[in-house]
């Protein structure tokens, strides 16, 4: 998969001939450790004068240095090599016969042959050949839009509000009305209002689609039908079983059997299904406590705090840290949960371009050299960054070593949401910090939530024990709110303890080694395809743009009619330009039901015309 750095250049997938004539991948790793000697001399001799060519000022020289000194000293490890199963790759297409939902198929479809096995790998920061925003840049794709298309999709949005605007000249809507309410200032947004019943209203029926099932690897859609154009819904007592690509399930343990909804469902029988208190009163147990203090061995910190959901951990926390005297640094591609949170604690908000590191420092460069307005300048009562390990909409990691280094240098706090990483990136499963192989204490406040890699919901604080000790006392979340429901506790305890190994398994880390090795090969063949992703690499999350407003719908439902089911994302949670599909993988998906999924979703993209990626297209088959 080709990127494109600062400077233009293409970094493309490089392959190899092997002592038995066939051709294979090089297969890159993940920020793995990899010896010169596997380097070739092309590669080097190429990347070095390109490296003696970019222009660097003071501050980044600085910054690059303090990343190479003592100070951080994280080199990226990531991933272990992950390799290919003995054999080649027979690469066909798979045919809706091998592999089809409906069929509750129960091989994983690899096809093997002989050949002997040959690695050639792209180099890594650990090298000392890259720096780490070249990495960054090698790893990460985020193609921009071809004109043609950027103008049929501004083109189609605005026909869309016209169409709307005439449509609610013409004819009554069929939405309730306030009466009475003369004199009185409009309780609801107009413009809001009038998205929502006429350009949303056509696509409705690609959203917020009931399931009957858990969310594993497949699951059942009830189906529903419209009889007057998405203004309501009907049951029509059918349902269908899809491939599931649409759902946090990153691990694979949203199971109806095993042994997490075993234990589950043990401890529903023994203590019911919730304590309807808070913490702070009568909801506290002694499973609560154990789940905080495997929470706390498991980021390795010592200690640690949870919630009962997720997207309050943000939102209520967050005013408890931060005050009106506060300065926060925030990526502009962080969750509604932490923008709630922000607003909740009155601190002032500065923004930074999305992982941006030059942006970043520009931020709090400038926040410290004029400090607090509102007190005529004098210095912050603190000064806080706030990003997230994968960004959820964009696919995209942070650049967390990067981060560590201007955090220590402008003596800022650091809060890391890992709602999206923890569980599905390092070697075992312990988030961003593991794979760039950092330190958990020079992250300040480590969050996390339950509901993605766990197969649950609720969400923790990991951290000190003065930080934890002071959110036990402040946090409204656990002084106010209802404590986790018994059998999620269970679930949450069960799964962590396979990932961490302390059933005396190899499960855990078989299921991080899957998701990695289903991330690489998903996001290769859709490079291979031609179409547009966002993101990097190894992130488990995968948007693919589609852009225009009309084909997100068109693509949701022609999937759905092959028993594929996948997310949708357009205006306002995304910008107008950037409409996508956003594809979710899990260790749970076996080879076969990714097959099946990229020879449909090519097929469709072959129809609607999706490949818009002006990239160079690997011709070669991708190994799994």
Not at 34 to 60: A, G, M, T, Y
Not at 318 to 332: A, F, I, R, W
Request: with cysteine.
């Amino acid at each position: 998969m080709g990127n494109v750095d600062d400077d233009g250049a293409t970094f493309q997938q490089s392959y190899v001939k092997c002592s038995n004539g066939t051709v294979k991948t090089s297969t890159p790793i993940s920020n793995g450790h990899i010896p010169n000697q596997h380097l070739s001399k092309s590669w080097r001799d190429v990347q070095q004068p390109q490296q003696q060519k970019e222009p660097q000022d003071d501050h980044e020289e600085e910054l690059q240095q303090l990343l190479l000194n003592k100070q951080l000293k994280f080199s990226a490890p990531a991933y272990t090599e992950i390799r290919t199963r003995s054999g080649g790759l027979n690469f066909k297409g798979v045919s809706e016969s091998s592999y089809h939902p409906a069929k509750q198929a129960e091989a994983n479809g690899y096809v093997s042959q002989t050949g002997s096995s040959c690695d050639k790998f792209k180099p890594s920061r650990a090298d000392g050949v890259l720096s780490a925003e070249q990495e960054h840049y090698q790893k990460t794709s985020f193609e921009d839009v071809p004109l043609y298309t950027a103008c049929l999709t501004y083109l189609g949005f605005y026909l869309l509000m016209i169409l709307g605007y005439i449509n609610q000249l013409l004819f009554v809507p069929k939405v309730a009305t306030e009466k009475g309410r003369e004199g009185y200032v409009a309780l609801y947004d107009a413009f809001e209002s009038f998205y929502s019943r006429y350009v949303y209203r056509r696509v409705r029926d690609c959203w917020n689609r009931p399931i009957c099932s858990v969310p594993g690897d497949e699951l059942v859609l009830k189906d529903r039908v419209t009889d007057d154009y998405g203004w309501s819904f009907r049951f029509t007592g059918t349902e269908t079983r899809c491939l599931n690509l649409g759902s946090y399930n990153y691990l694979g343990f949203a199971a109806a059997t095993g042994p997490c909804a075993d234990d589950s469902e043990n401890r529903a029988r023994q203590k019911g299904l919730a304590y309807c208190s808070p913490r702070s009163e009568l909801g506290n147990t002694q499973l609560h406590i154990d789940l905080e203090r495997l929470t706390a061995r498991y980021c390795g910190v010592e200690d640690a705090i949870v919630f009962g959901m997720g997207f309050a951990t943000n939102a209520l926390n967050l005013p408890s840290l931060l005050g009106p005297d506060c300065l926060v640094v925030s990526d502009e591609k962080n969750h509604a949960s932490i923008i709630l949170g922000l607003r909740l604690s009155g601190a002032t908000t500065r923004v930074f371009k999305h992982n941006s590191m030059r942006d970043l420092e520009r931020v709090l460069r400038n926040g410290i050299c004029y400090g607090n307005p509102k007190k005529g300048g004098k210095p912050w009562d603190k000064i806080m960054i706030l990003v997230e390990g994968i960004f959820s909409m964009e696919g995209s990691i942070v650049r967390l070593p990067e981060i560590i280094a201007l955090k220590k240098k402008y003596k800022a706090y650091l809060y890391l949401d890992e709602a999206h990483s923890i569980g599905s990136m390092g070697p075992t499963g312990r988030g961003v910090v593991e794979y760039f192989g950092a330190d958990p204490k020079d992250v300040d406040i480590l969050m996390g939530t339950f509901t993605k890699s766990f197969g649950s919901a609720g969400g923790y604080i990991a951290g000190s024990k003065k930080l934890i000790d002071f959110l036990r006392t402040n946090s409204h979340a656990h002084c106010y709110a209802g404590s986790i429901s018994p059998p999620i506790v269970q679930q949450i305890y069960t799964s962590m303890s396979i990932i961490m190994g302390e059933d005396n398994t190899d499960t855990g880390r078989q299921k991080v080694q899957q998701l990695a090795r289903n991330t690489r090969y998903f996001r290769r063949r859709l490079a291979q395809m031609g179409v547009i992703t966002y993101g990097h690499e190894d992130s488990p999350v995968v948007p693919m743009l589609v852009y225009l407003f009309s084909k997100i719908g068109a693509v949701i439902r022609t999937l759905t009619t092959r028993h594929i089911a996948v997310v949708g994302a357009g205006f306002p949670a995304t910008p107008i330009m950037e409409g996508r599909i956003r594809f979710c993988l899990s260790a749970a998906h076996t080879k076969e039901q990714l097959d099946y999924a990229l020879d449909v979703i090519d097929d469709v993209s072959e129809n609607l015309g999706l490949k818009y990626s002006r990239k160079p297209r690997d011709p070669h088959p991708i190994e799994y």
